[in-house]
């Protein structure tokens, strides 16, 4: 068992954090202020090929494994959560599911295009009354011959307002149950396809969430994804790869507010000497470091079972619940080392708190993590 990194993702780690000190992090407070979506850092990340890391090179994609996939979200958010999320969606939840379930002439038409950053894609399963739940959408896509026709309405969708492309789970026929249930490609523009107000948001509030309303929008039969009564296990196996990415972000997070934490306890001084000398921050320090180094333990594995084709179901939602509970916990314990510093902006902790909370929302709450996992021990 060799737990040392690869010469190359060594590289590719590297090039994240690189990317990540001296183009995010520069304007991550004033984005964080005012809201700002990171369109022009967005187009840099599409051009280092962060946005298609895994999709096949001949789609546009870098071709990458999952551990690299994690090390570039990782590094990206120590700095800027809202940045990697934008990152996240488009590798795990869009260009994956184009990729593994679409067909030819969609892949061509619109994988190529995410992979390298032309376009930006949403994932669109939310419902203001479902949740996650797939089996639970209230949106509806009625076959009319050679076109569908979609309404409903979509909460809580990140790249919401920005997207270029839209992949939309609803329901085609409510009495197969999670068998009725599909997954269409919308173009931002069609008729009837509305974006609603930009949320304003505790965290990640550089990325962009919109609730999206369908009426009556007509949809090519072509731009349906995969065979008729496909869209449940494209949703679920989605998913699955998300809790990936959003570990990884969590992982993120937690590790760059512990860098930040060490940093200043080495350089803070009371009672004669730094702070890192007294066994009340030293301690804290010491259980930081080894929850994060679990946590990425549990995450690089999820990410090693998705490169060997094994089933990532169960060590995906165990990595996504570990690492979103230790984002929460210690960004709160870096605010408490920084003491009133803590509370201020420029120091960057109070954002990485705002932001870890997410991680424990969304792709499932904790106790959706704990439903998939414990399924998977029954069922052993």
């Known amino acids: 068992m060799d737990f040392k990194l690869s ?77 990697s999320v934008i990152v996240s969606v488009n590798n795990s939840l869009v260009c994956y599911g184009l990729e593994a379930y679409g067909n030819e002439e969609q892949k061509e038409k619109y994988l190529k295009k995410l992979a390298t950053g032309q376009f930006v894609g949403a994932f669109c399963l939310s419902e203001p009354e479902a949740g996650s739940d797939a089996t639970s959408q209230k949106t509806t896509a009625i076959d009319h011959g050679d076109h569908y026709i979609i309404n409903g309405t979509k909460n809580w969708i990140t790249n919401g307002g920005r997207a270029d492309v839209y992949l939309v789970v609803a329901q085609t026929d409510r009495d197969k149950g999670s068998h009725g249930i599909n997954v269409f490609i919308l173009e ?20 962009d969430t919109h609730t999206l309303q369908f009426n009556d929008v007509k949809v090519p039969k072509a731009n349906r994804i995969g065979t008729n009564g496909s869209g449940f296990r494209f949703a679920m196996k ?39 000398n007294h066994q009340a921050i030293a301690f804290k320090l010491a259980d930081m470091y080894t929850d994060i180094e679990a946590a990425r333990m549990l995450v690089m594995k999820a990410a090693w079972d998705k490169d060997q084709g ?37 120091y960057h902790v109070e954002r990485l708190m705002r932001d870890a909370k997410i991680t424990q929302i969304y792709e499932g709450t904790s106790e959706i993590q704990k439903i998939v996992i414990s399924r998977s021990l029954i069922k052993a």
């Open 188 to 207: 931002k523009g069609m008729e009837g396809f509305h974006i609603g107000p930009k949320e304003d948001k505790l965290g990640i509030r550089g990325s």
């Open 238 to 276: 989605t998913l699955s790869g998300g809790r990936i990415g959003i570990a990884a972000q969590a992982l993120g997070i937690a590790s760059g507010a512990y860098e930040l934490a060490l940093k200043y306890a080495k350089e803070r001084k009371a009672f004669g000497t730094e702070i890192c």
């Open 7 to 83: 010469e190359e993702h060594i590289m590719i780690r590297d090039a994240a954090r690189d990317f990540a000190q001296t183009e995010l992090l520069p304007g991550v407070i004033k984005r964080d202020n005012k809201q700002e979506f990171p369109q022009s850092l967005v187009k840099k990340m599409g051009d280092l090929g962060f946005l298609g890391v895994m999709v096949d090179p001949k789609y546009g994609g870098s071709g990458m494994d999952a551990i690299s996939y994690v090390l570039i979200m990782e590094e990206l958010s120590k700095i800027d959560a809202s940045a």
């Open 310 to 346: 094994k089933n990532y179901d169960k060590s995906s939602a165990m990595a996504k619940l570990y690492a979103s509970k230790v984002a929460m916990e210690h960004t709160v314990e870096a605010v408490q080392i920084h003491g009133g510093n803590g509370f201020v902006k420029d």
